[in-house]
C-alpha cells in the first residue's frame, strides 16, 4: 500500500516570502498525485494534481508543483506567499496499480504574518 | 453544481453509544470515500465505494463502524459503540469514476465522544 510523508508539520512565513513545502511518497507503481488546501473552517479543496506529461504542474491561486519520480516527491511552491494563504496544506497519493485508494499524508499547516 | 452534502454537521455523544452519519455526493459521481481526520492528522480513508460496491475498507474497525451505499447514490456510516478515540472530522468525498478524478469533499460532520 502507498504511503505520503510531508516533511513539515507547521511552516511559519512573513508575506512575501517563498514557500516549499516537501511531500515524499512510497508505491511501487505508476500514481497520481494531489495537493490539497483547507483553510480555516473550510472544506478540502484541490489546488493541484498530476497525472502525466509535464511534470511541473500550475494550480491555483499561484501554487506549483514539481514531480520529481526518481526522488517519488512532489513538493509545492509559491513564489511569494500572501496572508490569505495561511491553511493546512495536504499532500495526497493515488496509485494506479488496481484498486488503490487516494491516501493523504498528515498535512502541514502553513502560517502567514503580516 | 450542489457540493457534497453531510449531516449533521456536528454531534456529540456519550461513549459507548451509537451515531450514524449521513453523506449525498455530488449527482453523477460513482465514487465515495468516507476519511476519518483526527485533530493533527491527515484524513484517514476508511472505505471507499464504487458505485454500490466497496473498493477498499481496510482501515475500517469493522468490529464498531458499519457503512453502506444501498442504491450507488448517498451512503450511511455508523459506530456502534463509540469510543472517546473516535472524536475526530468524519469527511466524505466523492469522484467521477475514482482513479485519476479528483476528489471533492463535503464540509465534515464532527463528532465528540464524552
Known amino acids: 500500500a502507498q504511503s505520503v510523508s510531508q516533511h513539515n508539520h507547521h511552516v511559519i512565513l512573513s508575506e512575501a516570502a517563498s514557500l516549499e513545502l516537501g511531500c515524499n511518497y512510497s508505491?511501487?507503481?505508476?500514481?497520481?498525485l494531489f495537493w490539497y488546501v483547507q483553510y480555516p473552517g473550510q472544506h478540502l479543496q484541490l489546488l493541484l494534481k498530476?497525472?502525466?506529461?509535464?511534470?511541473l504542474v500550475k494550480g491555483i491561486k499561484g501554487f506549483e508543483a514539481e514531480f520529481i519520480k526518481s526522488k517519488f516527491s512532489f513538493n509545492l511552491r509559491k513564489p511569494s506567499v500572501q496572508w490569505s494563504d495561511t491553511a493546512e496544506y495536504f499532500c495526497?497519493?493515488?496509485?494506479?496499480?488496481?484498486?488503490?485508494?487516494?491516501?493523504f499524508g498528515k498535512g502541514t499547516r502553513l502560517s502567514v504574518i503580516a | 453544481e450542489a457540493g457534497v452534502a453531510q449531516s449533521p454537521r456536528y454531534k456529540i455523544i456519550e461513549k459507548r453509544q451509537s451515531v450514524a452519519f449521513w453523506c449525498n455526493p455530488i449527482s453523477g459521481h460513482a465514487t465515495l470515500y468516507w476519511y476519518q481526520q483526527i485533530l493533527g492528522q491527515g484524513p484517514k480513508l476508511l472505505i471507499q465505494?464504487?458505485?454500490?460496491?466497496?473498493?477498499?475498507d481496510s482501515q475500517l474497525p469493522k468490529d464498531r463502524f458499519s457503512a453502506e451505499r444501498l442504491k450507488g447514490v448517498d451512503s450511511t456510516l455508523k459506530i456502534q459503540p463509540a469510543k472517546l478515540e473516535d472524536s475526530a472530522v468524519y469527511l466524505c468525498a466523492s469522484s467521477l469514476t475514482g482513479g485519476g478524478t479528483e476528489a471533492f469533499f463535503g464540509q465534515g460532520t464532527r463528532l465528540t465522544v464524552v
Open positions: 498530476y497525472f502525466s506529461g509535464d511534470p
Open positions: 495526497a497519493v493515488e496509485g494506479l496499480s488496481g484498486n488503490t485508494p487516494l491516501v
Open positions: 465505494f464504487q458505485n454500490n460496491g466497496v473498493v477498499d
Open positions: 508505491y511501487g507503481g505508476t500514481v497520481n
